[in-house]
């Protein structure tokens, strides 16, 4: 669109407005340009926003489709059928009037520095839909030659309605697309049933449902297009970091739904099956049963054998078992059994010296305490000396017993 701005293009002008608007209430105005806004972006949802230029009338729209010629008629066509659809739900009654033309514009920024439209194309699908009744859809002479080569179904769509002459004494021949009025058997059936009660409120509820829906679409094809134009303007990094930010979570999506997926891959059946085994080797293990294999189960637990033969291996199993099973008992009750502890054949003597002592037992030197602290002794009497160079000699005498312990406490001087 930044290209065309300032240039002089031929496109399809669609152009419309309310009936009577300028004599309605506020509130009625209100409700009218709310509804009239809806159908409008209803029909232009699927036009590509940057093939498209909206100007807001006041009491009507003006719509300039850049791109495909067919987008000014399928747009009438939509706004005429939302109105049809509407007729008779909820008043005030919307009446508007359309009109169509093929002609050149040109491009313009307004004082908002907005895209804006001036030229013979626009004032003439003005006075075309001037031309119009109510709910009649009116295109000009060159937007039928144009529209009707497209196929011979939109040939068929339109019928003249003659010459006619604006303000300015110009001569236009008009051509309209069915009559006002003249709805298909469809449309028929609608206004009939619509009498009834109920179906004016459910037809409400879908024409609000259909209106919000239209303008949610919209919505995202502008957000769609924004950020199109951002990534494009990016650079490298930027575009890698975009691409990341999209990519991430699709990734972490994907794998919580493989998780998801392959935890409810294990069987149900497999998942009891582990649980009563499970449950089977607890329960023997509490009452010293050892469990047997799942096949000499099944075969135990079979509640009629085919024969002899398999009624004889299937008591070697069972005596098989039985005897496993007191084997195994009889090893659980030996593994039980107390084993004594043998008697300590040591004491202990806590040393508490101060400032310090050489330490003798029966003797013989064993340490200073302190560092030294604490001694192992043989069960019996013993002579236990604390020596310092300035002071006398502390002798004491114990006599051991197992497990004893025994402190000696000595402190040199005053």
């Known amino acids: 669109m930044e290209e ?57 729209a003006a719509i300039s489709f850049l791109g495909d010629v067919e987008d000014a008629l399928r747009a009438a066509l939509s706004v005429r ?6 007729e008779g739900v909820r008043p005030p009654s919307l009446q508007v009037r359309m009109g169509v033309n093929l002609g050149p514009v040109r491009l313009v920024r307004d004082i908002n520095e907005q895209p804006n439209l001036v030229g013979d194309g626009i004032n003439v699908a003005q006075r075309i839909m001037g031309f119009a009744s109510t709910g009649q859809i009116l295109v000009s002479r060159s937007y039928y030659d144009a529209a009707s080569r497209l196929s011979q179904e939109y040939a068929g769509m339109f019928h003249f309605e003659g010459s006619r002459t604006d303000k300015h004494v110009r001569e236009h021949e008009v051509y309209a697309i069915g009559y006002p009025g003249d709805f298909t058997g469809t449309q028929r059936k ?36 924004h950020w199109r134009e951002v990534f494009d303007q990016a650079s490298n990094n930027k575009k890698a970091l975009y691409i990341g930010m999209v990519t991430l979570p699709v990734l972490l999506m ?28 607890v329960s023997s293990a509490s009452s010293g049963v ?5 096949a000499h ?24 078992v039985k005897k496993d099973t007191q084997e195994s008992a009889k090893k659980e009750k030996e593994s039980f059994k107390v084993v004594q502890t043998p008697a300590l054949s040591h004491a202990n003597v806590i040393l508490k010296i101060k400032p310090w002592g050489e330490v003798f037992v029966d003797g013989n030197m064993v340490g200073v305490s302190p560092p030294l602290i604490k001694l ?39």
């Open 4 to 60: 065309r701005v300032n240039k002089t293009i031929i496109c399809s002008v669609f152009f419309l407005d309310i009936i009577e608007y300028s004599k309605k209430s506020v509130t009625d105005q209100i409700s009218l340009k709310e509804r009239f806004n809806a159908f409008l972006s209803l029909a232009i949802r699927d036009v590509p926003i940057n093939d498209r230029i909206i100007l807001d009338t006041g009491d009507g």
């Open 81 to 86: 059928s939302s109105l049809l659809s509407e």
């Open 190 to 225: 609608y206004l009939q049933r619509s009498k009834s009660k109920l179906f004016r409120i459910a037809s409400e509820i879908g024409f609000k449902a259909k209106t919000y829906w239209g303008v949610l679409l919209d919505w995202h094809n502008e957000l769609t297009s």
């Open 254 to 281: 994907l794998l919580l739904v493989i998780r998801l997926a392959y935890l409810d891959e294990v069987p149900k059946e497999d998942l009891a099956k582990t649980t009563s085994e499970t449950a089977l080797a």
């Open 290 to 294: 050892v469990p047997v294999q799942s």
């Open 297 to 320: 189960i099944t075969k135990l637990t079979t509640p009629k054998l085919a024969s002899e033969v398999e009624e004889a291996k299937a008591s070697e199993v069972l005596n098989a």
């Open 376 to 414: 192992q002794l043989s069960l019996g009497e013993h002579v236990i000396e604390v020596r310092n160079t300035k002071f006398p000699v502390s002798t004491r005498v114990v006599t051991l017993k197992a497990g004893m312990k025994v402190t000696v406490k000595h402190k040199f001087g005053n």
